[in-house]
């Protein structure tokens, strides 16, 4: 039995124009998204398992795009959270978050960081690291090649 809640995810980077119809056919699932052009924040509504999309999160890290998957908490079973990646990342990491998908970080967790020497500015910035994208775009095509295109030809 599953827990499907509200979700939503928020894209940045370059994606390869040849990943277009990829992209549109993952989005498809979700029905109010058909423009992959306008995939910046896609709004996956309460289709999502536990907040979940593996497929989607493997496509996005396979291309190098970098993104934010925020879920509603599910009272009783869990509180909303993050989950974030950039390229670089060994991981997806997860945080909490608020209504809106601010991060969020508990007493115990501020305790952890201090006990571990980490001063209040490093901790505002690594919060606002995980809301921090770059834009969402689709690399240009790279015109076909052709003989014509390569110079003569003998």
Same mark, same amino acid.
């Given at each position: 039995?599953? !827990? $499907?809640?509200?979700?939503?995810?928020?894209?940045?980077? *370059? #994606? %390869?124009?040849?990943?277009?119809?990829?992209?549109?056919?993952?989005?498809? +699932? $979700?029905?109010?998204?058909?423009?992959?052009?306008?995939?910046?924040?896609?709004?996956?509504?309460?289709?999502?398992? $536990?907040?979940?999309?593996?497929?989607?999160?493997?496509?996005?890290?396979?291309?190098?795009?970098?993104?934010?998957? *925020?879920?509603?908490? +599910? %009272?009783?079973?869990?509180?909303?959270?993050? =989950?974030?990646?950039?390229?670089?990342? %060994? +991981?997806?990491?997860?945080?909490?978050?608020?209504?809106?998908?601010?991060?969020?970080?508990?007493?115990?967790? #501020?305790?952890?960081?201090?006990?571990?020497?980490?001063?209040? !500015?490093?901790?505002?910035?690594?919060?606002?690291?995980?809301? *921090?994208?770059?834009?969402?775009?689709?690399?240009?095509?790279?015109? !076909?090649?052709?003989? =014509?295109?390569?110079? %003569?030809?003998?």
């Amino acid at each position: 039995m599953g !827990e $499907y809640v509200f979700t939503s995810y928020c894209i940045g980077g *370059t #994606l %390869p124009a040849d990943k277009i119809a990829e992209l549109e056919e993952l989005i498809s +699932q $979700y029905s109010d998204h058909d423009d992959v052009t306008e995939c910046a924040v896609l709004t996956c509504g309460d289709e999502c398992n $536990y907040g979940n999309d593996d497929e989607f999160d493997a496509f996005l890290i396979k291309n190098g795009m970098s993104f934010n998957r *925020t879920w509603a908490a +599910q %009272p009783g079973c869990f509180g909303s959270g993050v =989950a974030y990646w950039r390229p670089g990342m %060994p +991981q997806i990491k997860e945080i909490g978050c608020d209504d809106d998908g601010t991060p969020t970080i508990t007493l115990p967790e #501020l305790r952890e960081l201090a006990k571990g020497g980490a001063i209040l !500015e490093t901790v505002i910035e690594a919060l606002e690291y995980v809301n *921090t994208l770059p834009p969402f775009k689709i690399a240009a095509a790279r015109p !076909e090649m052709t003989a =014509a295109s390569c110079g %003569p030809v003998d």
